[in-house]
């Protein structure tokens, strides 16, 4: 049974940083291409980041271009998102996704994603 598993929201004031973890099961990690979703209040959901199997491979939605860094760390079965220079635009439930497709363009379809985690909720205070 595949399990993602999102840890490290919480509410953070404006200007500050947070750093997100996704842990893995029930997968093969290092062939999957990982990534982060965020749904704010009223709004469908949107791409973030996402990093290829082997973590050299990076993309960013244009929002949070410079501001934050997707990693992966193959041998713990997680990957991250560092946060810094947080907005009150940022608030979300963010998503932790996984998809067996290698290109990275495919996040820009979440139904292509095969497995999501349950979320976890940033809140960032004006």
């Known amino acids: 049974q595949v399990q993602l598993v999102e840890s490290g929201g919480g509410l953070v004031q404006a200007g500050g940083s947070l750093r997100l973890a996704c842990a893995a099961s029930?997968?093969?990690?290092?062939?999957?291409?990982m990534g982060w979703f965020r749904q704010a209040p009223g709004k469908g959901r949107e791409f973030v980041a996402a990093?290829?199997?082997?973590?050299?491979?990076?993309y960013y939605a244009d929002s949070v271009k410079g501001r934050f860094t997707i990693s992966r760390d193959n041998a713990e079965n997680t990957v991250y998102l560092q946060m810094n220079t947080l907005n009150p635009p940022d608030t979300a439930v963010y998503y932790c996704?996984?998809?067996?497709?290698?290109?990275?363009?495919?996040?820009?379809?979440?139904?292509?994603?095969?497995?999501w985690g349950k979320g976890t909720l940033v809140t960032v205070s004006s």
């Open positions: 996704a996984a998809t067996a497709a290698s290109d990275l363009w495919v996040f820009g379809s979440p139904g292509r994603m095969n497995y």
């Open positions: 990093v290829g199997r082997r973590g050299d491979d990076t």
């Open positions: 029930g997968l093969l990690f290092s062939r999957w291409s």
